[in-house]
């Protein structure tokens, strides 16, 4: 059974970092993609980034340069670093690997 939890969400100022952490458990977690997607209250999931197997990274157009995606295969571990932060990136964060979804972790921006 298939097992993704995130952690590392809060409440931060605009301009302040987190860091999210996505575990995985019951999977070969290097031979998949890890994708990161957030959903605003009110609004539809939207993609934000993803690390491919060959350690590729791509992001949405809102997140770029602010936000990092790593993984680390050997903890089945992968990582969003989220800098400068602005209160539109308030959403919950979700980890996806294939069909599988975290619980997610919210994310507050706000003064």
């Known amino acids: 059974q298939v097992q993704l939890v995130e952690s590392g969400g809060g409440l931060v100022q605009p301009g302040g970092s987190l860091r999210l952490s996505c575990t995985a458990s019951?999977?070969?977690?290097?031979?998949?993609?890890v994708h990161w997607y957030r959903r605003p209250s009110g609004k539809e999931r939207e993609f934000v980034a993803i690390?491919?197997?060959?350690?590729?990274?791509m992001y949405s157009d809102s997140v770029k340069g602010r936000f990092t995606i790593s993984r680390d295969n050997a903890r089945s571990s992968a990582y969003l670093q989220m800098n400068n932060l602005k209160p539109e990136d308030t959403a919950v964060y979700y980890c996806?690997?294939?069909?599988?979804w975290g619980q997610g972790t919210q994310v507050t921006v706000s003064s």
């Open positions: 996806n690997v294939q069909q599988d």
């Open positions: 019951g999977i070969t977690f290097s031979a998949y993609a």
């Open positions: 690390s491919t197997v060959s350690n590729q990274t």
